[in-house]
């Protein structure tokens, strides 16, 4: 638990959906019984001692990772492989060339195909542009020298995460709605005109929750990152600390051998 804090990944991308998901009950429920308040601080206490903050993060990153292949399919494939092949690009057609040529002189073997052969074998071109991609995103693990990429990619896994724990945080939305508006119920013996401000309150926060999470959160909420992920790490292949990288990678690879 205390590495999903210090972690800065972890916090942002894992930590602050399950926070987030477990907002609306906690300020509803503070809401309609504040003398219960610091009951509630102390369950939330033994909640994360107990790790059920750490559940939720680890359920928020599981399910966000399955929504990836529903989100690539709508999208058309990954984002980093539709920015480097020629029929799906957003880049300009010199900058295109840079990045590959950058990539085909760092990756032995790897030659990119022309507009010709994407069209004839499409598979075999995604195949080559992830395969570049793949040790694109090794060569740039270093967060300090990559900084741009970390925190776009930080970004991206927040919002895929929400996405991921979407379903279980409207769930618990429209439940709290349930239990305020039966709790004013009894406690007014269902004389609405007697119900707190307090209670209205709680059920109004429910309502925003639902909306925010139903409206907001979605497939185009996740692509902004994404392809904003996609760019940072595409423009490292200008980046002179890549060109550090390779002699390092020389030097561990002759060190293997030996």
């Not at 059920?52 to 990954?78: A, D, I, N």
């Amino acid at each position: 638990m205390i590495g999903s804090i210090l972690d800065p990944y972890d916090r942002k991308a894992r930590l602050y959906p399950a926070l987030l998901v477990m907002l609306v009950p906690v300020a509803s429920f503070t809401l309609v019984a504040p003398v219960f308040s610091s009951q509630l601080a102390g369950l939330a206490s033994l909640a994360i001692a107990l790790g059920g903050l750490m559940l939720l993060s680890s359920l928020g990153r599981e399910w966000g990772k399955r929504k990836e292949p529903k989100l690539y399919e709508v999208w058309g494939g990954t984002p980093t492989t539709l920015m480097l092949l020629r029929a799906s690009t957003d880049l300009d057609q010199l900058t295109l060339d840079r990045y590959r040529g950058v990539l085909e002189g760092k990756v032995s073997g790897l030659n990119f195909p022309d507009s010709n052969s994407e069209a004839s074998d499409p598979s075999k071109a995604v195949a080559i542009c992830e395969s570049a991609v793949k040790w694109l995103r090794e060569a740039t693990r270093d967060t300090k020298k990559f900084a741009l990429i970390f925190a776009e990619n930080t970004n991206y896994g927040f919002r895929r995460n929400l996405l991921g724990v979407k379903p279980m945080a409207i769930v618990l939305c429209v439940l709290t709605l349930l239990v305020t508006a039966l709790h004013a119920w009894v406690s007014t013996s269902g004389n609405w005109s007697a119900v707190t401000a307090q209670s209205w309150g709680a059920g109004l926060v429910a309502c925003i929750g639902t909306l925010v999470w139903g409206a907001i959160v979605n497939t185009d909420f996740v692509k902004t990152t994404a392809f904003a992920y996609a760019t940072a790490l595409l423009a490292a292949c200008d980046s002179p600390s890549l060109v550090a990288e390779k002699p390092k990678a020389r030097k561990a690879a002759a060190s293997s051998k030996g």
